[in-house]
């Protein structure tokens, strides 16, 4: 089956600094593709949506200077949490479709990276 | 708005105790219902897509069916390995064609 995956798996960064996330599609290309956090018993929430080659979406609520999307490659989008803060400690999971341009598709998920900010 | 209510929020079953998860949900057009599993520390993994009301589909120990209002996810004859969250999420009609809407999860323990 198609797989994701994201770097790193679990980081800890001190309150003030920024830190990056990489969520990568190893065997197939991905125009789209999407980012959420879950806290803890939580549902999946959609941050935004990443496209290729052009700027990012972000949901309501979510702040785009804050969480810095860059779709560089067909196979490669990075989030970038600026100035972390502790409230920004969450499950940060990515997806990307298969086969892209279908209306209706499955959607494969990344293995998750936790953040903690202290 | 979209919203997906899953019940219960978790269940402990012992082994071999068939059971039944509820996933309800209201969205102002169906595109097509998701079930996820999802272990702890893990991104979600894909089991079902279910398109229209009146559908069924097996996987080994797993039976997924929909309506127009809800769907459930059966679990026959369980095994301490099944136990997980699992979740449900819808696709709507129009808007964003991948746009999923996540319900909370139902965590299931199976107990050997």
């Known amino acids: 089956g198609a797989v994701v995956s994201q770097h790193p798996s679990w980081v800890i960064c001190k309150s003030g600094t920024s830190v990056k996330i990489e969520c990568r599609s190893l065997d197939f290309q991905a125009t789209t593709m999407f980012w959420y956090r879950q806290f803890p018993k939580q549902s999946l929430m959609l941050m935004a949506t990443s496209n290729e080659g052009s700027k990012a979406t972000y949901e309501q609520g979510v702040e785009k200077d804050k969480f810095l999307i860059n779709h560089a490659s067909l196979t490669l989008s990075t989030l970038t949490v600026t100035s972390a803060h502790p409230e920004d400690s969450s499950f940060y999971i990515c997806?990307?479709?298969?086969?892209?341009?279908?209306?209706?598709?499955?959607?494969?998920f990344g293995p998750g990276t936790r953040l903690t900010v202290t | 708005e979209d919203q997906v209510t899953q019940s219960p929020e978790a269940l402990r079953l012992q082994e071999g105790e068939s059971s039944s998860l509820n996933c309800s949900y209201t969205?102002?057009?169906?595109?097509?219902l998701f079930w996820y599993r999802q272990d702890p520390g893990k991104g979600p993994e894909f089991l079902f897509t279910?398109?229209?009301a009146g559908e069924e589909k097996e996987k080994e120990r797993l039976k997924a069916t929909l309506t127009k209002k809800e769907s459930f996810l059966h679990i026959t004859a369980p095994k301490p390995e099944d136990s997980a969250t699992y979740l449900c999420a819808v696709q709507a009609r129009g808007g964003s064609n991948y746009k999923l809407t996540f319900g909370k999860g139902t965590l299931l323990t199976v107990n050997p």
């Open positions: 997806s990307a479709p298969l086969p892209p341009g279908l209306s209706l598709v499955k959607q494969y």
């Open positions: 279910l398109y229209s």
């Open positions: 969205v102002s057009g169906l595109r097509g």
